[in-house]
């Protein structure tokens, strides 16, 4: 079993920034942040691979930053010149074997953080 708390969320203008934190009993080869808006679909932010290497949604590539800290066990995701539209809440997931966006390849969540982006 893997436990994940995520922190960091809160409340911000348009523009400004915030660093979600997941801690995890363990880091696993594939860990992601992932977001669902109200009435939307959850959908992959951003990836990291146990080698390191990063993938991010088009729509925050160039804003968001993704990292870990192996001895902390503990997941980042920075996200700078927030939009409105990034107002969701966010879930920290992995996974052993799928380094995708895919949600449904995700065995391990976290409970969220809500992130809202005022205008």
């Known amino acids: 079993q893997v436990q994940l708390v995520e922190s960091g969320g809160g409340s911000v203008q348009a523009g400004g920034s915030l660093r979600l934190s997941c801690e995890a009993s363990v880091l696993t080869y594939c860990m992601g942040w992932f977001r669902q808006a109200p009435g939307k679909e959850r959908e992959g932010v951003a990836i990291?691979?146990?080698?390191?290497?990063?993938t991010y949604a088009d729509s925050v590539k160039g804003r968001f930053t993704i990292s870990k800290h192996n001895a902390k066990n503990t997941l980042y995701l920075q996200m700078n010149s927030l939009k409105p539209e990034d107002t969701a809440m966010y879930y920290c997931?992995?996974?052993?074997?799928?380094?995708?966006?895919?949600?449904?390849?995700?065995?391990?969540w976290g409970q969220g953080t809500q992130v809202t982006v005022s205008s």
């Open positions: 990291i691979s146990g080698d390191g290497s990063t």
């Open positions: 997931a992995a996974d052993f074997l799928h380094c995708d966006s895919l949600p449904l390849h995700y065995n391990y």
